[in-house]
């Protein structure tokens, strides 16, 4: 007979996932999954058996030692991430992987517009588009959710093809059973604009939204095509509407969501950048750039050595996700220390690695 295996009790995986996080103010660090094992095998009553001992321990400062005097390559960084709250997890726990220490500094605020009138209008009339565009998971949120308040569901979009930015964007749809006719080759608004295409999507030659390549038949011209684009209500690039129109097509832009600077700057973390204890900040979007650059300027510097923010920035890593997001980063900070070269979170990730593996 097989030996009974120990029960875990639900409390008991409470108690040891407790210790993940240790939380002040609004502000959070978190340590890698050894301390989270070390404090798993401390919870565990397994009966008379003896608990399994982690792998690796807990280094200072939440860093990860390997064995053999290996190490992870983002051990003893720490990194500063300015993604909305909601959405920086994923980004959060791929540095973490790689041994990093994450805080967060939210530079940017998600809500709804100041009016649903121009969606629920476009709504009621989906079926005079031929294309919906959607280039980020926060226009696939609020437009479908907003679908959904007028009582409608994915089925409304059957006569629709749509059109997304980036792997983010598209698996936010795919959440809602829905998957994208067209992505770009590449992550941003640009390359959508240079491949968008007028029948792409029932072409037999394409059997994913991604084998679209520039060499993919398109169309210089798209006279004739109606397109709905949900977007951030202001301070959204207009590349992709101004150059789609120039084509030809007709663009339907309405609000689906606004982005502001948060007002409450994190003191913890404001302390942490005045004592130079961060290696790199990260940005993901242009709006990200400038909503920190205000945010600090409406902060008073902590007492320190340094006569200035810009001063207290000096050595810090500057690391962008593209190159509108650079551009910005140029303007505010006069440099881009690294910058993606896939336009995605993971993107950047892999290079901020790819950074410290060469140092």
């Known amino acids: 007979m097989s030996p009974m295996l120990p029960v875990i009790s639900s409390g008991v995986v409470q108690e040891a996932f407790r210790h993940r996080s240790r939380r002040s103010a609004d502000v959070e660090v978190y340590t890698p999954v050894s301390d989270t094992v070390a404090h798993m095998s401390n919870a565990i009553d397994l009966g008379g058996l003896?608990?399994?001992?982690?792998?690796?321990?807990?280094?200072?400062?939440?860093?990860?030692?390997?064995?053999?005097?290996?190490?992870?390559?983002?051990?003893?960084?720490?990194?500063?991430?300015?993604?909305?709250?909601?959405?920086?997890?994923?980004?959060?726990?791929g540095l973490e992987?790689?041994?990093?220490?994450?805080?967060?500094?939210?530079?940017l605020e998600i809500v709804p517009p100041s009016t649903w009138e121009p969606l629920d209008q476009a709504i009621a009339q989906l079926a005079t588009f031929?294309?919906?565009?959607?280039?980020?998971?926060?226009?696939?949120?609020?437009?479908?959710?907003?679908?959904?308040?007028?009582?409608?569901?994915?089925?409304?979009?059957?006569?629709?093809?749509?059109?997304?930015v980036g792997r983010k964007t598209?698996?936010?749809?795919?959440?809602?059973?829905?998957?994208?006719?067209?992505?770009?080759?590449?992550?941003?608004?640009?390359?959508?604009?240079?491949?968008f295409p007028r029948t792409e999507s029932s072409s037999p030659e394409s059997s994913h939204p991604e084998s679209s390549h520039p060499e993919s038949p398109s169309l210089d011209r798209l006279d004739g095509l109606c397109c709905l684009f949900p977007r951030v209500e202001s301070g959204g690039r207009e590349v992709l509407v101004q150059a789609l129109t120039e084509k030809g097509a007709g663009i339907v832009e309405v609000p689906a969501y606004q982005s502001r600077c948060p007002q409450v700057a994190e003191a913890e973390v404001l302390m942490t950048i005045a004592q130079r204890a961060i290696d790199v900040i990260t940005f993901a979007s242009?709006?990200?750039?400038?909503?920190?650059?205000?945010?600090?300027?409406?902060?008073?510097?902590p007492p320190c050595s340094f006569r200035d923010w810009p001063s207290a920035l000096r050595d810090v890593k500057i690391a962008s996700i593209g190159p509108q997001t650079s551009q910005t980063c140029q303007r505010r900070f006069g440099r881009v220390d690294l910058e993606a070269r896939e336009y995605t979170l993971e993107g950047l990730t892999q290079s901020i690695v790819e950074f410290y593996r060469s140092v």
Do not use: C
């Open 50 to 93: 003896s608990a399994p001992q982690p792998a690796r321990q807990l280094a200072p400062q939440g860093d990860w030692a390997g064995t053999a005097g290996t190490s992870l390559p983002l051990q003893g960084r720490r990194i500063l991430v300015t993604r909305s709250v909601s959405q920086a997890t994923d980004f959060r726990l």
């Open 97 to 107: 992987v790689q041994g990093a220490t994450v805080l967060e500094m939210a530079a």
């Open 130 to 164: 031929d294309w919906l565009i959607l280039t980020s998971a926060n226009g696939v949120q609020f437009f479908m959710e907003r679908l959904q308040a007028q009582g409608k569901d994915a089925r409304a979009l059957a006569g629709v093809k749509i059109a997304v």
């Open 170 to 195: 598209a698996a936010s749809l795919q959440q809602w059973g829905l998957s994208p006719d067209f992505i770009p080759p590449n992550y941003i608004a640009d390359a959508l604009v240079e491949t």
């Open 286 to 301: 242009s709006k990200t750039v400038d909503h920190f650059w205000e945010i600090l300027g409406r902060s008073p510097l």
